[in-house]
């Protein structure tokens, strides 16, 4: 079966300092591989997504992600963060040539200080 | 493109009652996701939709159902609510199964 782990509850950065959120999966097959971002009493917002191809993937908000299969990682990377990223981030994973659901991570928090 | 919209945002339940929410996708899309999200057990997934026909089905209880439109409009029920029951229910549309997932805002459930 399909996991996610998000090593990462909550972390703390300081605004202008450089963000890196952890994840790691569990596929049997080359996963398809998807960052959200949920601000308090919101809905999900895609940031990016992986299914193929370039390993480094570009999303929105300044967000970029990396697929490393012998890791099995997609860690999530922003270089200089904003007090607007502040937020709760989810990795998630599948589905994929089957009848898969899409699964999630336990989250991470984010919190920015001044 | 208008998001996916859901409705309503907030429902306030006794237990015991039963509550119907609402999800209508992004235009084209034609697949339905439901989760549930509760701070102890995360974001789970209820059922997907397409074609007005459940595809895929989580680990709830019967007591949670769902059903498609023809115009891709989705609808989930809870019967003989529990207090448990209580959380955000997050609606997700894409353009066919197995495809990218965009969410809904949410409709917040709270069971007294």
């Known amino acids: 079966a399909q996991s996610v782990t998000q090593p990462d509850i909550h972390i703390t950065v300081s605004e202008g300092a450089s963000l890196e959120l952890r994840c790691n999966y569990s596929?049997?097959?080359?996963?398809?591989l998807f960052w959200y971002v949920q601000s308090p009493g919101q809905g999900l917002q895609l940031l990016l997504k992986?299914?193929?191809?370039?390993?480094l993937v570009q999303g929105i908000k300044g967000f970029e992600a990396e697929f490393k299969r012998s890791q099995s990682s997609f860690n999530l990377r922003k270089p200089s963060v904003h007090w607007s990223d502040a937020a709760e981030y989810f990795c998630?994973?599948?589905?994929?040539?089957?009848?898969?659901?899409?699964?999630f991570g336990t989250g991470t928090r984010l919190t920015i200080i001044p | 493109k208008a998001g996916v919209t859901q409705t309503p945002r907030y429902l306030i339940k006794t237990r015991g009652q039963q509550v119907t929410l609402s999800c209508s996708p992004i235009?084209?899309?034609?697949?339905v996701s439901w989760y549930q999200q509760t701070p102890g057990q995360g974001l789970q997934f209820l059922f997907e939709y397409f074609s007005e026909t459940q595809r895929n089905k989580g680990n709830f209880p019967g007591r949670f159902s769902g059903r498609q439109f023809s115009n891709s409009r989705s609808e989930m029920n809870v019967s003989t609510l529990e207090l448990g029951d209580s959380a955000l229910y997050l609606c997700?549309?894409?353009?066919?199964?197995?495809?990218?997932?965009?969410f809904g805002p949410g409709t917040r459930l709270l069971v007294l």
């Open positions: 992986y299914f193929s191809g370039d390993t």
């Open positions: 997700a549309s894409s353009l066919i199964f197995q495809e990218t997932q965009y």
């Open positions: 235009s084209g899309h034609r697949s």
């Open positions: 596929y049997g097959a080359t996963p398809y």
């Open positions: 998630a994973v599948g589905p994929n040539f089957g009848n898969e659901k899409l699964t």
